[in-house]
């Protein structure tokens, strides 16, 4: 009987171990280091293992069996990665830590093979067909030698197509082959002018992306797609306010594509959402908000999604609305009221004392605050530390002698949901009435806001 039991435990061992796939790298000039395995959402990535390379910059992890195929980062500095996916393989590789992504190696995985070898060809048509297309646009069409640069520049997109379509069939379900469909661009006849071939780019650009193939989000491959896309609008020559109107109708086509697949949709809405409020593009977050919502959005306001309440709060938020009405703690735990400020201008500032924008910024908003001949402004701090030492103990070195407040929950209190906040510094310059004047991100844009208002 305790034979079988043990031959039982001995096969079950090895089936698991044999469900079990190995990672082994060497990246030379490394030395011995912490690596890190990251999984990739779209732009944003997180450690799920971590390890140790020897001396020789080698390493080997076993993988789960339970390894989720996707896009996945081996990491050792701040510049130094390489991607890789992972799925029912064994891979191994070898690149030089200076030059990950230029030296990489993948010595066994298919899917990781095919990667790098699209990889390198795109680098490498895209480059030529960057330098041929200024060439195509100014090279006065008459000459000859026009065809022929015409010709060059429809041969290197239709020999891609043919090696897509060649791979396609080859290897049809791979990861590898379903991401490049998705980065793949229109053909462009070589005669468009300039403009045209812009305005082609902007109407069919998402013509042949698979959205419902929602295990693509487990890479960067819809982030990669949306950032080139919303170049194709980018113009110098606009001003932002022209800027936002072109990024708009970006929005408006690439959000429309993207609605056959709600999980799809609602990764471009967030992610676009993330993006142009990080770079201050009110308009476009503004109109988004009014136009779009998160597809798993219940009505039930209670159980709104996290992303459902952040567009509601843009709406909100947008300069010339009224700002929500919050109170916040002060040091001795009474509530102070948003409304309770009755000067001309209040600025609204959500800082901490571990932020180094803040503490840079902070001591310069004092000298400005103290050089008021009258109190037209007063500023209503709010600090997202969680250590009420760390928050005091700035605002008494820096004599910061406004009003202080906070609740001590870093991101997660009340005020900081009320206004969207999930980085520091973020600024809203309020009239008396507390409708917001600006909402400026940086020191400079602050000082400018404050010098045309405040007077």
């Known amino acids: 009987m305790i034979r079988k039991v043990l031959l039982a435990f001995f096969l079950f061992s090895s089936l698991f171990c044999l469900s079990q796939k190995s990672l082994d790298g060497t990246i030379h000039n490394l030395g011995k280091t912490k690596l ?45 990665s390489v991607n890789l996916i992972l799925n029912a393989e064994d891979v191994k590789f070898e690149t030089w ?8 190696k993948i010595i066994s995985s298919t899917e990781n093979q095919i990667l790098r070898l699209f990889n390198v060809r795109g680098r490498i048509n895209q480059s030529k ?45 791979t990861f590898a082959i ?40 487990r890479s960067n491959v819809f982030a990669d797609k949306v950032i080139s896309y919303l170049a194709i609008y980018q113009n110098n020559r606009l001003n932002q306010k022209q800027l936002e109107t072109e990024f ?47 597809p798993f959005s219940c009505e039930d306001a209670a159980r709104k999604s996290a ?13 010339g609305k009224t700002a929500p009405v919050i109170a916040v703690p002060d040091a001795k735990g009474n509530m102070v009221s948003l409304s309770s400020v009755k000067n001309q201008y209040t600025l609204l500032v959500f800082w901490s004392s571990q932020c180094p ?3 840079d910024m902070m001591p310069k908003l004092k000298t400005w605050y103290d050089k008021q001949k009258t109190r037209k402004l007063e500023i209503f701090a709010i600090s997202l530390d969680t250590s009420k030492n760390d928050w005091l103990s700035f605002v008494k070195k820096e004599k910061l002698n406004w009003i202080n407040v906070s609740e001590l929950k870093g991101y997660f209190g ?42």
């Open 36 to 80: 890190y395995l990251l999984n990739i959402y779209g732009e944003r990535t997180r450690v799920v293992d971590s390890t140790l390379s020897d001396s020789l910059g080698r390493f080997h992890m076993m993988l789960p069996s339970n390894t989720i195929t996707g896009l996945y980062r081996i990491g050792w500095s701040k510049t130094g």
């Open 97 to 104: 830590a200076t030059s990950s992504e230029d030296s990489l």
């Open 129 to 173: 067909l960057e330098l041929l297309m200024p060439v195509v646009d100014f090279y006065p069409v008459k000459d000859e030698f026009y065809s022929r640069i015409v010709n060059e520049f429809e041969t290197i997109q239709k020999t891609q197509k043919v090696f897509l379509d060649s791979m396609s069939r080859k290897y049809p379900a």
């Open 178 to 217: 379903r991401m490049q469909k998705v980065l793949q661009t229109p053909y462009l006849p070589g005669s468009l002018t300039s403009n045209a071939r812009m305005d082609y780019l902007k109407q069919h650009y998402w013509d042949k992306v698979d959205f419902n193939d929602t295990a693509l989000l």
């Open 248 to 294: 708009i109708k970006a929005v408006t086509i690439a959000l429309g594509a993207a609605s056959v697949c709600p999980e799809t949709y609602k990764f471009m809405l967030d992610y676009l959402v993330g993006g142009f409020d990080k770079y201050h593009f009110d308009d476009v977050i503004t109109y988004i908000a009014d136009n779009f919502q998160d």
């Open 307 to 319: 992303l459902q309440k952040k567009l509601d709060n843009f709406k909100k938020l947008s300069v």
């Open 357 to 359: 924008h803040c503490t």
């Open 414 to 455: 009340k005020a900081e949901d009320e206004y969207n906040v999930y980085a520091t510094p973020t600024m809203y310059l309020l009239d008396q009435q507390k409708n917001i004047v600006a909402k400026p991100i940086t020191w400079r844009e602050l000082e400018q806001a404050l010098n045309q208002n405040v007077k």
